[in-house]
């Protein structure tokens, strides 16, 4: 099973390995780097802040010495999403008011990443308050999908997949509430992992409205990474990681999965549900066993409608919504306690089962649109629907805090289809170990 890839450069892992070996120097990584994105992001804008003499720097003292044991990214260069913060740069979470907000400390992700030896190149595109499915903003324009200009390259990680996708860089961080690495890496057939809920720190990951004060990391938002290999995924993760994490090292053939292709909120185009179904009729040729249905599924239009009210708390940190209505902290904390009662169904499924899979999103990247996103409508199945219900394929992992890989399938009339793969909460390696063990078996 074949899916589009749009560059053969090496990956994270692979070119540190080369900067190890001699055969190529950091400036020489960080130059090459340079140039492809300069070649490449005229047409997609997929890199919305540079750093390229900082970049150049950087590279430039890292070669004057040998790399340690615990810097396994030394000399990689690499770009991360527009709103982690990086020092002497600007956050603006794709807002004009906060073109000038140059910020002075990295990110926690940023200096772990520095620390293990990557070179940051810039930041990468967005949209406005990370709040939409297409990566368009006031400040920087809009990013393409590199496989089609005339569609989106997802959101709110757009920049990050489509630089990745591109060749431009072998890797990124981003983050994810509502599908926000899952998306693009779906859209742009790149492998993207979100994190388990607490893996990995968010501090410096603040909108600028916070007027660079640390906040609370409030719920459901988590940080993670995107690479073009799980090998990648997984350097990048035990990087970033807060703590240590345990693998199982089981095999496809070992495995039980379910896969759940039905919701009764949003329903799975073909062009979808037909790589998918492609790649689990794979799985079983190879051992695994799949089930379709299972009574300890939870009630998936019961936890996306406690999602959708989870997320509007937390996009909105608390504040009224635009015709005055509030939440009590009573129902806040109920809310809560139902979002555990949801995590706990869950550990009982995964009790029974090692992971399930489920589409990241119910199409294909679609057609540039700027219509707001809860007016914005879409077809399915030749079916005209509402956009929004996209997102119950997002919150059957974020609203149960749960880790999920996408893994790149196939494709449909040359875009890419991606297929998460969802595991227990804490089981972040063993989720990539798998995404990549399906990804080897569907494409060698």
Same mark, same amino acid.
């Given at each position: 099973m074949a899916?589009p890839k749009?560059?053969?450069?090496? &990956?994270?892992?692979?070119?540190?390995? *080369?900067?190890r070996?001699?055969? $190529?120097? +950091?400036? #020489?990584?960080?130059e090459?780097a340079?140039?492809?994105?300069?070649?490449?992001?005229?047409h997609?804008?997929?890199?919305?802040v540079?750093?390229?003499?900082r970049a150049r720097?950087?590279?430039?003292a890292?070669?004057?010495?040998q790399?340690s044991?615990?810097e396994?990214?030394?000399?990689?260069?690499m770009t991360?999403?527009?709103?982690f913060?990086?020092?002497?740069?600007?956050t603006?979470?794709?807002?004009e008011?906060y073109?000038d907000?140059?910020?002075?400390?990295?990110a926690e992700?940023v200096?772990?990443?520095k620390?293990?030896g990557a070179i940051?190149?810039?930041k990468?595109?967005?949209?406005?308050?990370l709040?939409d499915l297409?990566?368009n903003?006031?400040?920087?324009?809009r990013?393409?999908?590199?496989?089609d200009h005339d569609r989106v390259?997802? &959101?709110?990680?757009g920049?990050?997949a *489509?630089?990745?996708a591109?060749g $431009?860089? +072998?890797? #990124?961080?981003?983050s994810?509430?509502?599908?926000?690495?899952?998306n693009?890496a779906?859209?742009?057939?790149i492998?993207?992992h979100?994190?388990s809920?607490g893996?990995?720190s968010r501090?410096g990951?603040?909108?600028?409205a916070?007027?660079g004060?640390?906040?609370h990391?409030?719920?459901l938002s988590v940080?993670g990474?995107l690479?073009?290999?799980?090998?990648d995924?997984?350097?990048?993760?035990?990087?970033?990681?807060a703590?240590?994490?345990?693998?199982r090292e089981?095999s496809?053939s070992?495995c039980?999965?379910l896969a759940?292709?039905e919701h009764p909120v949003?329903?799975?185009?073909?062009?979808v549900?037909?790589?998918?179904?492609?790649?689990?009729?794979?799985?079983e040729k190879a051992?695994?066993?799949?089930d379709?249905?299972?009574?300890l599924?939870?009630?998936?239009?019961?936890?996306h409608?406690d999602?959708?009210?989870?997320?509007n708390?937390?996009?909105?940190r608390?504040r009224?919504a635009?015709g005055?209505?509030?939440?009590?902290l009573v129902?806040y904390?109920l809310?809560l306690?139902r979002?555990?009662r949801?995590?706990?169904a869950w550990g009982?499924?995964?009790a029974e089962?090692?992971?399930v899979l489920a589409?990241?999103?119910?199409f294909?990247?679609?057609?540039?649109d700027?219509?707001p996103i809860?007016?914005?409508?879409i077809?399915?199945?030749?079916k005209?629907?509402?956009f929004a219900?996209a997102l119950?394929?997002?919150g059957i992992?974020?609203?149960?805090?749960?880790?999920?890989t996408?893994?790149?399938?196939?494709a449909?009339?040359?875009?890419p289809?991606?297929?998460?793969?969802?595991?227990p909460r804490?089981?972040?390696?063993d989720c990539?170990a798998?995404a990549?063990?399906?990804g080897?078996?569907?494409h060698g």
């Amino acid at each position: 099973m074949a899916y589009p890839k749009l560059t053969k450069q090496p &990956g994270a892992l692979e070119t540190a390995a *080369a900067i190890r070996n001699g055969s $190529m120097s +950091p400036i #020489e990584a960080v130059e090459a780097a340079i140039a492809r994105i300069e070649h490449h992001d005229a047409h997609i804008n997929a890199v919305a802040v540079t750093d390229f003499d900082r970049a150049r720097d950087a590279a430039k003292a890292l070669g004057k010495r040998q790399p340690s044991a615990d810097e396994p990214l030394f000399g990689v260069p690499m770009t991360v999403k527009e709103s982690f913060n990086v020092a002497g740069l600007p956050t603006t979470f794709g807002h004009e008011q906060y073109a000038d907000n140059i910020v002075d400390k990295d990110a926690e992700v940023v200096r772990l990443l520095k620390g293990a030896g990557a070179i940051i190149l810039g930041k990468t595109n967005v949209p406005p308050d990370l709040a939409d499915l297409q990566s368009n903003n006031p400040v920087y324009g809009r990013t393409n999908n590199p496989h089609d200009h005339d569609r989106v390259a997802g &959101g709110s990680s757009g920049g990050s997949a *489509a630089a990745v996708a591109s060749g $431009m860089v +072998p890797c #990124e961080y981003g983050s994810d509430i509502g599908s926000s690495i899952r998306n693009p890496a779906h859209f742009n057939g790149i492998y993207g992992h979100k994190t388990s809920f607490g893996l990995v720190s968010r501090r410096g990951h603040t909108h600028p409205a916070a007027g660079g004060l640390d906040v609370h990391e409030g719920p459901l938002s988590v940080v993670g990474p995107l690479a073009r290999s799980a090998e990648d995924l997984t350097a990048l993760l035990e990087i970033t990681t807060a703590r240590p994490l345990v693998r199982r090292e089981k095999s496809l053939s070992e495995c039980r999965f379910l896969a759940v292709l039905e919701h009764p909120v949003s329903e799975v185009d073909a062009s979808v549900r037909v790589p998918i179904e492609e790649a689990l009729a794979e799985l079983e040729k190879a051992g695994a066993t799949i089930d379709r249905t299972s009574a300890l599924l939870p009630d998936l239009a019961e936890l996306h409608a406690d999602y959708l009210r989870l997320l509007n708390v937390a996009m909105a940190r608390g504040r009224p919504a635009p015709g005055g209505k509030e939440m009590s902290l009573v129902d806040y904390y109920l809310l809560l306690d139902r979002q555990a009662r949801c995590e706990y169904a869950w550990g009982d499924l995964f009790a029974e089962y090692d992971f399930v899979l489920a589409p990241p999103l119910p199409f294909l990247a679609y057609k540039h649109d700027a219509t707001p996103i809860n007016q914005r409508r879409i077809t399915i199945n030749g079916k005209d629907s509402a956009f929004a219900d996209a997102l119950a394929w997002a919150g059957i992992a974020t609203y149960p805090n749960l880790p999920s890989t996408v893994v790149p399938v196939g494709a449909t009339d040359g875009l890419p289809c991606g297929m998460q793969v969802m595991g227990p909460r804490w089981s972040d390696l063993d989720c990539i170990a798998t995404a990549g063990a399906i990804g080897k078996l569907l494409h060698g």
